[in-house]
């Protein structure tokens, strides 16, 4: 396999999207890989983390919630942005907590991922909390609004290989999540 040798050489704000930022930037491979150039668009965005939530009857807490994006309803794990200099540990509890009124007590970082490193530089975190507890509504901000759907992990597979889940991080999540 090749190795390829870039180098950035400049690095720019193009849009500010609240959300993420887009920043457009000019790489240089080395000379001796070819010294090819070019423009590409970065997406500027905080890492995510996801909380796989636990109840002690064995369900698992999902949110189903409206996506701008897609224009539909999406079923899937709590999940938020890591605050700056936040433990993605203490995000993703707090994520559960917002949309879905469950605290999370002990959690263990599962693993991490790169979303899409073609295009973005962040990463997504997965967290598991085996003793996931009911304590009330949740904390749902700005335009946020949450239904609490409770199932075992053979249904929630089901759901994702059927289509009733389709949100990709959804997928990555069980990846981590033995049977």
């Not at 997504?124 to 901000?141: K, L």
Request: glycine content about 10%; aromatic content about 10%.
């Amino acid at each position: 396999m090749p190795a390829y040798d870039w180098e950035r050489r400049e690095s720019a704000p193009h849009a500010d999207c609240r959300v993420y930022r887009i920043l457009k930037e000019r790489w240089l491979e080395k000379a001796e890989a070819g010294g090819r150039e070019g423009e590409f668009f970065i997406i500027d965005v905080g890492d995510w983390a996801v909380a796989l939530a636990k109840t002690p009857d064995d369900r698992y807490i999902l949110v189903r919630q409206f996506r701008f994006g897609s224009g539909e309803m999406s079923l899937e794990f709590p999940a938020g942005v890591v605050d700056p200099g936040e433990d993605p540990v203490a995000a993703a509890r707090r994520e559960l907590y917002e949309e879905s009124g469950y605290e999370g007590g002990e959690g263990r970082l599962l693993g991490t991922v790169e979303p899409n490193p073609a295009l973005q530089r962040n990463r997504c975190h997965f967290v598991f909390f085996p003793e996931a507890t009911y304590r009330d509504g949740g904390a749902p901000e700005g335009h946020e609004s949450f239904d609490v759907v409770k199932m075992l992990l053979p249904e929630v597979r089901t759901n994702a290989l059927h289509g009733g889940i389709r949100h990709a991080i959804v997928h990555a999540a069980l990846l981590f999540l033995t049977p």
